[in-house]
């Protein structure tokens, strides 16, 4: 059993920056690969990043490759999402997932997931 608790959302212009945490539960974390997914007003959920267990392989989608870095700390439990040069696009809800393997691009494959944090971008 997996538990996700996002953090670090929030209201910033158009080129600035902001880093989201996904704060994790359970002694398997290590185990599991980790993603972020987006949900834009009015949209469907959208992969944005995803990590492996051993954060050698990294995945992005290519709305935001070379703009967010995905990283993890599993001797802290956590998962980070770096993201810069925002865009007023980016203004979503940006949910933290969990899954012990699978195709990562998918949301179906995600078991656990946080409860979300907002994130909006001002133009």
């Known amino acids: 059993q997996v538990q996700l608790a996002e953090s670090g959302g929030g209201l910033v212009q158009a080129g600035g920056s902001l880093r989201l945490s996904c704060a994790a539960s359970?002694?398997?974390?290590?185990?599991?690969?980790m993603a972020w997914f987006r949900q834009p007003p009015g949209k469907g959920r959208e992969f944005v990043a995803a990590i492996r267990w051993g954060g050698g392989s990294t995945y992005y989608a290519d709305s935001v490759k070379g703009r967010f870095t995905i990283s993890r700390d599993n001797a802290k439990n956590t998962v980070a999402l770096e993201m810069n040069s925002l865009k007023p696009e980016d203004t979503a809800v940006y949910y933290c997932a969990a899954s012990p393997g699978g195709i990562l691009r998918l949301d179906t494959t995600y078991n656990y997931w946080g409860q979300g944090t907002q994130v909006t971008v001002s133009s």
């Open positions: 359970g002694r398997t974390f290590s185990s599991y690969a």
